[in-house]
């Protein structure tokens, strides 16, 4: 069909230009600023076709699956109106994308190295993996709640401004008595937990309920779900070094 | 050798995916109980989906971390910052760091451009919105403040300040500019500062700080090593509110300029 290769390609292009810029921006420090030669030219090419490529099957099959899959399961449990089975899915679907992702237990890993240089835990590979694991599960925890809290914020049409600023408050507030070792990690950890499959998921359940109840509107209720999932996180690691210390 | 590292990443996004798509079935089945709308499509789109991320992560870490890491490690080396002079002074004056700040600025700038977690929400905020909201304003938009971020974590990893009297202040900015911003921007920005770090700018920017907290003289990798993600999840927050509040005014002052046309 050359219909689809005509829509394929323009996607391809899209990809490209979308790389294009970092591509540009390697380039130029390579060459201008520390004046090195390009290693591996044929490499370099064939990693960024496979990106092109990767980026334009991932932006199709967004639109075809993750999308529509969110926001028709949202629709479904608001129609079924069961406050209980929407919670539980919100909650789901924070924990179970958060436990796994790989960027959360690199940054856990490199915590509970931490916790162990400063003394706070024995230097034990066991201490230590323990350290790392109830972490994970802290942050995992968190996400799921802001989830859960994100999603009654949508049913109940609570102005978000004030939730946030609120968290920004006991974030504040908990940065004053939590040990300094651990507040790099926690605001980091705020920004990991998101992964690039979470967001569209959370954003199409986020829009989906917002359009499906009477009265809220999907660009006001809808949106924010990702944004109480990077606070809490925050909130959770600090109390966590806290109450390990 | 580079068909097992694709094939490790597809692993690995399998891995990752799978938690999500056993909760949705279970959901789909056990809850609502109603076949899937569309399946075979959808099905389609989320093989796409596992491919596309796959083949994206497989072609950044052959083409752009291994040079982007080994630039943050050569910008960073005291022999680049400090050439002429050949010995490292004790005290470092931070300006001396300046192509590490634009290093920060232009390579958040344009990893964040790519993003696809960021893409996606740009795509639904313009379906959303109607096209209020352009897919191209929103990405431009963030991307500016995690370059601002960027740039600014870096700053604070050379002079050694406490991250969180910048992330504070971050806070104050924002809530000021809540009261101001048109409402319905409000939960989109608060959105973008945490889709902005996933796939492509995290292990760049770790590599960054990381080499940052190794070479400056008097920092410590353990504190001031981390913390470059917190700001590039904040400044976001705060670029996008400033865009939709430009963009309204310039829209009121056209209008007060030539009142027929509207």
């Known amino acids: 069909m050359p219909q689809s290769l005509k829509v394929m390609a323009r996607s391809l292009l899209g990809s490209l230009r979308d790389l294009s810029p970092a591509i540009l921006v390697v380039m130029f420090f390579q060459l201008v600023v520390l004046q090195q030669p390009l290693p591996n030219l044929g490499q370099l090419l064939f990693g960024t076709l496979l990106v092109v490529l990767g980026l334009t099957f991932f932006i199709n099959g967004l639109e075809m699956g993750l999308f529509p899959v969110g926001e028709s399961l949202a629709r479904a449990l608001a129609r079924k109106g069961s406050l209980f089975w929407l919670v539980a899915f919100a909650f789901t679907l924070g924990f179970g994308t958060t436990v796994a992702e790989p960027a959360l237990i690199a940054v856990a890993e490199e915590a509970s190295e931490i916790a162990a240089q400063a003394g706070v835990i024995g230097s034990s590979g066991q201490a230590q993996e323990s350290y790392a694991l109830g972490l994970r599960l802290t942050v995992a925890f968190a996400v799921g709640l802001a989830i859960v809290i994100g999603v009654v914020r949508i049913l109940k049409g609570w102005p978000m401004h004030w939730m946030i600023a609120a968290g920004y408050v006991i974030v504040v507030a908990i940065t004053a008595i939590a040990p300094r070792e651990i507040i790099g990690i926690a605001y980091d950890s705020g920004g990991v937990t998101t992964s690039t499959i979470t967001v569209p998921l959370v954003t199409a359940l986020g829009v989906g309920l917002a359009s499906s109840i009477r009265g809220r509107n999907p660009m006001i209720d809808g949106f924010g779900l990702i944004a109480f999932a990077s606070l809490t996180p925050i909130i959770f690691v600090m109390i966590y070094g806290m109450v390990v210390n | ?262």
């Open chain 2, 1 to 262: 050798m580079l068909w097992a590292e694709i094939l490790d990443a597809f692993v690995g996004t399998l891995r990752d995916i799978f938690p999500i798509v056993t909760m949705i079935l279970v959901f789909q089945f056990v809850v609502i109980r109603r076949p899937l709308p569309g399946a075979r499509r959808v099905v389609l789109g989320f093989v796409y989906v596992i491919v596309g991320l796959s083949l994206f992560l497989v072609g950044l870490e052959e083409a752009l971390f291994p040079l982007g890491r080994l630039m943050a490690k050569q910008l960073t080396d005291p022999s680049f910052i400090f050439g002429g002079i050949g010995h490292i002074p004790a005290i470092v004056h931070w300006s001396a760091y300046y192509w590490v700040y634009i290093f920060a600025f232009a390579i958040g700038f344009s990893t964040t451009i790519a993003e696809p977690a960021l893409l996606a929400v740009a795509i639904k905020a313009r379906q959303v919105s109607g096209g209020a909201i352009g897919i191209w304003g929103l990405r431009i938009a963030v991307a500016l403040g995690v370059a601002v971020g960027l740039a600014l974590g870096s700053y604070r990893i050379v002079t050694g300040l406490p991250i969180h009297y910048f992330i504070i202040a971050g806070y104050v900015v924002v809530v000021i500019q809540t009261m101001f911003a048109p409402r319905l921007i409000i939960p989109l920005a608060y959105d973008s500062g945490g889709v902005t770090t996933s796939t492509v700018t995290v292990p760049l920017v770790a590599a960054l700080g990381l080499g940052l907290a190794e070479t400056v003289p008097g920092r410590n990798v353990l504190i001031d090593g981390f913390g470059l993600i917190a700001f590039a999840s904040l400044f976001p927050i705060m670029s996008v509110m400033a865009y939709a509040q430009i963009s309204g005014f310039r829209a009121r002052r056209e209008r007060s300029r030539n009142p027929e046309s509207t």
